[in-house]
């Protein structure tokens, strides 16, 4: 856990913006990225840098990198002028931006050469440096691996490990957890934090996470180019006293009773969480007022303790309102006939080798039509090579998939015809426009004419793109990227829908929206297999398995899966707890045999 922030006033500033404007020019569009921003960063501390998508966190990171310069307003680093002595500042800092440049053809220790010659290490210093930063990362046994045969959690902290082969005076890191598995985003917070208990680093990081501003010491919130507020994050969740609750219903599903919760008046947020639903009110409610939502029958409801991610939605005042009626998700007739209880998709004793490595291991599970099914794991688990032999686009070494009632061995085209994929990359043509894409996407599942032309419509409306038919794909914040590849994937109306990692490194305001529609999909019946790293995402599924090493386990509900992690008296109280326990476990029990 970090420590608490010290209370001593002369702690001297390593970044300071003063009134900072920047703006970009987007076509035709002039983008304010940040206006009149003013704030400083104190040395010593992890300080956490926090907003939705557009916020301009990046933005204000590469201003302060001398990457960019200020419209502008003066940004202070180390006491350096950053437009003046941009080179100056470079050699007394580290950047490690969201997309960190690897070279995935060479070793884990090329890589560090590589980086060490960059930042002007000298030849004698190096032997001890790789050494501490192999030791802490956890890569001294991978140094002769190829970069691009490593994990995505590995990759990560080779790419930290890069970055810190010269140790700077402050460290500026661009959301370094997306994409991360939750034992691996521990990791990799345990080294920031003994690189600033050791060495007196400063640290700005910035995420989408927002339980991870929990564990900055202080933290800066962002919305739409501007500062909101500055302070310790136990500051922002006291403000929430009063605010924050728990419900259950033995008799409503949990996404109808979030469905309703969240429509409830005085509700601005309700999310699903350990079997109930976990909801902030507008405003204060007198201990034992918990009554409020007595209209609702069977409800249940507590106060809880509150936390900073509450403070950040209702600082931004939002209210997750419905979207367009259900139905018009969907084309009328084309979802399957199947029943509820249905087996939509199938895998039996599946296996997947390359060469003489087995990715998958002979795992076997069914998932139902109309559940949302949840396929977890660490980095490297085996949950990518299983998903893709579920979208026919990997075929299984041994073992039984079928997927619609299809055998993906003998009939792949037509069980295909049946499902949409959203890839975690979203797999969209940057360079197309918003309604380029759409009519790609949509001629590539077959439509064409009236049909083709109604979907599109749909989509611009259903997915509020209106507005920006005419925007480039690639020119889009990362929410609004995630809702065109889902707009994309819908088109053909599926039976199915697969989702790999789909609200990677997208704001807990997108994330809200996205489940919104993730809830009227299978409400419609609509089968979702969903893979996630966000592990309070698996309190939305029906059930899902966890993975590790090629094999499933734990299966079962959300419930289920924190029971079977019980150690003690209680069980975990989270997912991600659950999930770092089972993983633990197995690892442990691995290495004592």
């Keep these: 856990m970090p420590a608490q922030v010290s209370a001593e006033a002369d702690r001297q500033p390593v970044l300071a913006l003063q009134a900072v404007c920047k703006h970009f020019q987007a076509g035709k569009r002039k983008v304010t990225a940040l206006q009149d921003v003013s704030f400083d960063v104190k040395q010593g501390l992890v300080t956490g840098l926090i907003g939705p998508d557009g916020a301009g966190k990046t933005t204000l990171m590469r201003l302060a990198a001398g990457l960019l310069r200020t419209d502008s307003g003066v ?8 437009a003046r002595e941009p080179l100056q500042v470079q050699a007394d800092i580290s950047y490690m931006p969201q997309r960190f440049g690897l070279y995935e053809d060479l070793t884990v220790q090329e890589n560090l050469d590589l980086y060490a010659d960059l930042q002007g290490v000298l030849p004698e210093g190096r032997a001890a440096r790789y050494r501490e930063l192999t030791k802490m990362t956890g890569l001294e046994p991978f140094k002769k691996r190829l970069a691009g045969d490593l994990s995505g959690g590995m990759k990560q902290k080779l790419g930290l490990a890069c970055t810190l082969v010269r140790l700077p005076r402050l460290l500026l890191l661009d959301e370094p957890t997306v994409g991360v598995d939750p034992l691996s985003r521990r990791e990799l917070w345990h080294i920031v934090y003994s690189m600033v208990e050791k060495e007196g680093l400063s640290v700005l990081l910035s995420t989408a996470y927002l339980d991870e501003a929990e564990r900055c010491q202080e933290v800066v919130l962002m919305h739409d180019g501007r500062i909101l507020d500055q302070g310790e994050p136990a500051d922002f969740s006291k403000r929430m006293e009063g605010r924050a609750f728990r419900a259950t219903s033995d008799t409503l599903h949990k996404r109808i009773l979030q469905e309703k919760l969240s429509q409830a008046d005085g509700v601005i947020d309700a999310i699903i969480m350990g079997g109930g639903v976990r909801m902030v009110t507008e405003k204060v409610v007198a201990a034992g007022s918990e009554n409020l939502f007595s209209d609702l029958p069977d409800v249940q409801v507590k106060a809880v303790a509150p ?10 005042k939002t209210k997750i309102e419905s979207g367009p009626p259900a139905a018009t998700l969907l084309q009328a007739g084309t979802s399957g006939a199947s029943a ?3 087996e939509i998709i199938v895998v039996r004793d599946v296996k997947r080798r390359f060469g003489d490595f087995y990715a998958v291991k002979g795992i076997s599970f069914t998932v139902r039509k109309g559940e949302v099914f949840g396929l977890l794991g660490a980095n490297g688990a085996g ?4 998903f893709r032999m579920l979208c026919g686009l990997l075929p299984a070494s041994d073992g039984t998939l079928r997927v619609a009632g299809q055998d993906l061995r003998t009939a792949a085209a037509k069980a295909r015809s049946r499902l949409g994929y959203m890839a975690q990359r979203f797999s969209l043509y940057e360079n ?20 083709q032309r109604s979907r599109i419509d749909w989509a611009l409306n259903q997915f509020e793109f209106k507005d920006l038919v005419d925007a480039t794909s690639g020119d889009l914040p990362l929410g609004y990227k995630q809702r065109l590849a889902m707009a994309a994937a819908l088109m053909h109306s599926p039976d199915i829908l697969f989702l790999d990692e789909p609200t990677s490194g997208v704001d807990p305001l997108e994330r809200r929206e996205f489940w919104h529609r993730i809830n009227s999909l299978a409400a419609q019946g609509v089968t979702l297999l969903v893979t996630t790293h966000f592990m309070e995402e698996a309190e939305y599924c029906d059930r899902l398995v966890i993975m590790s090493r090629g094999t499933i386990l734990a299966e079962g509900s959300p419930e289920e899966i924190k029971n079977r992690a019980q150690s003690g008296a209680t069980a975990p109280a989270s997912m991600e707890e659950a999930f770092i326990a089972l993983i633990e476990s197995t690892d442990s029990q691995r290495v004592s045999t």
């Excluded at 940004?75 to 950053?82: A, I």
């Design 340 to 342: 509820a209880d249905d």
């Design 432 to 451: 197309l426009s918003v309604f380029e894409n759409l009519r790609f996407f949509s001629s590539a599942y077959g439509l064409a004419g009236k049909i």
């Design 383 to 386: 949950k990518s090579t299983t």
């Design 75 to 82: 940004c202070t680093v180390l006491g350096r002028n950053v």
């Design 307 to 316: 936390r900073f991610e509450d403070c950040f939605i209702a600082m931004l």
